[in-house]
């Protein structure tokens, strides 16, 4: 049972580039979420999703999009990546109040 | 509107002596609470969880933490620390009942432990 997937675990990325963090549940949940994660400041929710097809903003959600078209995947989109977007992004996924992280995608924007 | 703080942001004890990290949280309404640990380069993982059950809840690796109302606290503690507990720990707060964005995060507490 792998629980949440979370790919690549690193990137470097060039300003203004665009990239995609995949994130894949194999426990049939219905919530799954993307947090970022930055030096002293917790977890910040970027979006979330209650099911298949339907998403919405979290906290930060600036810069990112999302999209769910199975409810195994939840992929991370950045499309003009900027220094601000330098952190350690979480994927997790929830159910009966307990949330599954994945490993976290450490990414790097110079 | 509800919140948590965490009263450390670093803890220091030495292996073999108690740990305590504290978190206050704020919240309309009853609350399910969460402490969830972050060792180096890994995901959260859940370490015990407070859902009006029983206030004093048992967690893994010998932790627990007991729900206070009339504090508005959610103390994690263990009676004896180990080298393996070093890691960052997070309060988090889940509003009863659920709501998919209705959870927020503590900032974390560092648990360092000294030989």
């Known amino acids: 049972n792998a629980g949440v997937t979370q790919t690549p675990k690193f990137r470097i990325l060039k300003i203004g580039q665009s990239m995609t963090l995949q994130c894949t549940q194999d426990m049939n949940h219905n919530y799954m979420y993307w947090y970022r994660q930055d030096p002293g400041m917790g977890l910040k929710l970027i979006y979330y999703s209650v099911g298949a097809g339907i998403t919405d903003k979290g906290e930060v959600p600036n810069g990112y999009n999302v999209s769910r078209s199975t409810t195994e995947d939840f992929p991370l989109r950045l499309e003009l990546a900027a220094p601000s977007q330098t952190s350690v992004y979480f994927c997790a996924s929830r159910t009966a109040g307990e949330l599954f992280f994945g490993e976290g995608s450490r990414l790097t924007v110079l | 509107a509800q919140s948590v703080t965490q009263l450390d942001s670093h803890v220091s004890v030495s292996e073999g002596t108690p740990v305590l990290l504290r978190c206050n949280y704020s919240?309309?309404?009853?609350?399910?609470l969460f402490w969830y640990v972050q060792h180096p380069n890994k995901g959260l993982q859940l370490l015990l969880k407070?859902?009006?059950?029983?206030?004093l809840v048992k967690g893994i690796n010998g932790f627990e933490a007991e729900f206070k109302k009339s504090e508005t606290s959610f103390h994690l503690t263990k009676p004896s620390a180990h080298m393996s507990d070093a890691a960052e720990y997070f309060c988090v707060v889940s509003l009863s009942g659920g709501g998919a964005d209705g959870l927020t995060f503590g900032k974390g507490t560092h648990l360092i432990i000294q030989p």
């Open positions: 919240s309309s309404y009853s609350p399910s």
């Open positions: 407070y859902t009006s059950a029983a206030t």
